[in-house]
């Protein structure tokens, strides 16, 4: 199993350019998030999904949308590229067997995208 | 808002030495886990405690909940360089987000 993948790795974009990132999970769990994770501010958390076809808003929500058309995807779209969202961007997932999304499941990180806006 | 203090903030330390790392809340917990994350990785769970007092061990590592379940703790004895890393501690359990504090990084020098 891979686990959490995400692509691009790396990224550098220039203001008000759009772009995609992609999260694929294949331990066929329920629930998934995007965090992004700057210096001196811990992870904060962007979207998170509790199923295929829902998403709902974390901490931090604005200036990102988001897609769960597939329960092994999760798509996290900047459609006018700030530098303020310059940082490093986590996905996770997790069984969703607690029932509760925040819960006592452990949450299953990918390897992050650094994106860079200039 | 809930949030959760963690302290120090860095950690340098040599070999062999033995460190407490601190994470603390006014909010009341159902869990609480712990993650370290190396450069350039995503964190990866450690332990969840979700139980008032409870201790538990992995290996070198001692983590407790407090009794109140605001606070937890975790001990290295005897650091070792493959300690190196930030340490993450987050609260959840309820209907709120899943609450990160901002890490403890620490540095285990040979």
């Known amino acids: 199993n891979a686990g959490v993948t995400q692509t691009p790795k790396f990224r550098v974009l220039k203001t008000g350019q759009s772009m995609t990132l992609l999260c694929a999970q294949d331990?066929?769990?329920?629930?998934m998030y995007w965090y992004r994770q700057d210096p001196g501010m811990g992870l904060r958390l962007i979207h998170y999904s509790v199923g295929e076809g829902t998403t709902a808003k974390g901490e931090v929500p604005d200036g990102y949308n988001v897609s769960r058309l597939k329960k092994q995807n999760f798509l996290l779209g900047l459609e006018s590229a700030a530098p303020s969202q310059t940082s490093v961007y986590f996905c996770?997932?997790?069984?969703?067997?607690?029932?509760?999304?925040?819960?006592?499941?452990?949450?299953?990180f990918g390897p992050g995208t650094r994106l860079t806006v200039l | 808002t809930q949030l959760l203090e963690q302290s120090p903030q860095f950690l340098s330390i040599q070999e062999g030495e033995n460190l407490t790392v601190y994470c603390n809340s006014s909010?009341?917990?159902?869990?609480l886990q712990w993650y370290r994350q190396e450069p350039g990785e995503g964190p990866v769970l450690l332990v969840t405690?979700?139980?008032?007092?409870e201790v538990k061990k992995l290996k070198r590592l001692t983590f407790q909940f407090g009794d109140a379940r605001k606070d937890s703790s975790l001990h290295i004895t005897a650091a070792q360089p493959g300690d190196t890393g930030l340490y993450l501690c987050a609260g959840g359990g309820g209907s709120e987000k899943l609450v990160f504090g901002k890490g403890t990084k620490l540095t285990v020098n040979p």
């Open positions: 909010s009341v917990f159902s869990s």
């Open positions: 996770a997932s997790s069984p969703g067997t607690s029932g509760r999304a925040f819960g006592t499941d452990t949450q299953y």
């Open positions: 331990m066929n769990h329920e629930y």
């Open positions: 405690v979700v139980t008032g007092g």
